[in-house]
């Protein structure tokens, strides 16, 4: 990378010695030369241990939905600590906050409080299973729901491996994944409309859930075509199997109510993590009381963190301020007008390029002229490009995740300055780099 990161450089053998890849999470490491180290973060900003200031778009995977250290909330949890953080029991804010999100979201009932979006999604295949007596689990090519071994096929690999869209071969992304979760799982591409229903039609008496990002968070903001979420709502109510929307990255960012809300389509559960706390572990799943009610009647969740202060106390702030401020309206209004400057700058560039995906969450996939559909049309983009143009962007203090299948995540806290901002570092960008 061509500006200067000599510190972050220093500290990777260091982290390395005691950490594998020198991080606690493998999305982080960049290579052993690449590698950042973070001092601090606030608003839109992010700096390095080098003291370099990025508009940070990333936000922590997409989290940050007010800024990055939002006082308003900060002030909360802060002031929560001094009364302890883990109870063992129910405090009376979790109520609230359970309530908030059965107010918002509009297929959520019941809810329950946990930790991480991949512990959210854990407990909602497990109420599915239950409910339906089944065992295997739809699921769609491209999609990424934590790090739960059920689920964790199909995620990030070349598309190329996934075999003919017709019998699609569901591929581990990692190695220590039993044997017999390979039985369990059946992957699709997302948005076709016919092998979805000829799939469901021969094998929904062994389907306990179709899982679905509503909008794919983890393949370029990949959007679900007109009747698509309606369909997969059609089947499973046909077949009695459980919808559950993946709204760990939509929910409480693309609208109050995620994108059920947004499509005007109901799941039977959801899940949610990330928005819901502004960057604080907190995260939910919940949604018709009917399949909620099986938790607790033989059926396990919990967890010692689960609705731990500070969580909740994040949420309770959160939610407030999403319920009662203009904030998605306006995060949407900025998100637009950098959507729509980043494509009048590839197009004055001549670089074909399309912007797929909501105001607060959207991806530049350079390359194409059309929207890709599903992660197949996805791969056939440029990403080599896009690595060099971020590369360089990061040079100049914007940083977009370098990987092209995470969105540009945007925040309250990217007011219109820094819009502006980012634009002008883009165009010199894209006139500096050569496709
Ligand atoms: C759609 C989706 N589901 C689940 C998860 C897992 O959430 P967590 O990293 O909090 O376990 C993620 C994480 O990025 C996600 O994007």
């Not at 979201?105 to 999604?121: F, I």
């Not at 089944?134 to 059920?150: L, P, T």
């Not at 609208?255 to 109901?266: D, N, S, T």
């Amino acid at each position: 990378m061509d500006f200067n990161h000599e510190k972050s450089r220093a500290m990777w053998p260091r982290a390395a010695k005691v950490m594998p890849l020198g991080v606690s999470s493998n999305f982080r490491y960049w290579g052993d030369e690449d590698t950042l180290f973070v001092e601090k973060a606030k608003g839109p900003y992010l700096w390095d241990i080098d003291g370099n200031r990025f508009i940070d778009y990333r936000l922590g995977f997409g989290p940050i939905i007010l800024g990055h250290a939002y006082d308003e909330v900060d002030v909360r949890v802060r002031e929560a600590l001094a009364n302890g953080v883990t109870y063992a029991f129910t405090q009376p804010l979790e109520v609230s906050v359970a309530e908030k999100i059965v107010a918002m979201c509009p297929a959520v009932e019941m809810v329950r409080l946990t930790n991480t979006g991949s512990e959210a999604v854990m407990h909602a295949l497990r109420v599915a299973r239950a409910y339906t007596g089944r065992e295997k689990i739809i699921k769609f090519e491209g999609q990424y729901d934590g790090m739960c071994d059920y689920v964790l096929f199909s995620t990030y690999t070349d598309p190329k491996s996934y075999g003919n869209r017709r019998s699609p071969i569901p591929v581990p992304s990692t190695s220590g994944i039993p044997r017999c979760l390979h039985d369990l799982i059946i992957t699709l591409p997302f948005n076709d409309f016919e092998i979805f229903e000829t799939t469901v039609r021969r094998t929904w008496h062994e389907v306990a859930a179709v899982l679905v990002e509503p909008m794919l968070g983890n393949c370029a903001a990949i959007e679900p075509l007109p009747g698509w979420l309606e369909l997969l709502r059609e089947k499973c109510t046909e077949y009695g199997i459980v919808l559950i929307f993946d709204e760990v990255k939509t929910g409480f960012r693309i609208a109050r109510g995620g994108a059920q809300e947004v499509y005007g389509v109901l799941p039977d559960l959801a899940t949610y993590a990330k928005a819901l706390g502004n960057g604080y572990p907190v995260a939910a799943f919940g949604g018709k009381r009917e399949i909620m009610e099986v938790v607790g009647v033989g059926v396990a969740c919990g967890g010692t963190y689960a609705a731990n202060a500070v969580g909740v106390n994040a949420a309770a702030a959160t939610l407030e301020l999403l319920q009662n401020q203009p904030i998605l309206e306006t995060i949407a209004e900025r998100g637009r007008r950098l959507q729509a400057g980043l494509k009048r700058i590839f197009d004055d560039a001549g670089i074909p390029a399309v912007i797929c995906g909501h105001p607060a969450m959207f991806s530049p996939v350079i390359g194409l002229s059309e929207k890709p559909t599903d992660q197949r049309s996805w791969a056939r983009s440029d990403h080599n490009y896009y690595l060099r143009l971020v590369r360089a962007a990061y040079a100049r203090g914007v940083m977009p995740d370098y990987d092209p299948r995470e969105p540009w995540f945007m925040s309250y806290s990217h007011s219109d300055e820094v819009v502006d901002e980012t634009l002008n570092v883009m165009e010199d960008v894209v006139r500096a780099v050569k496709r």
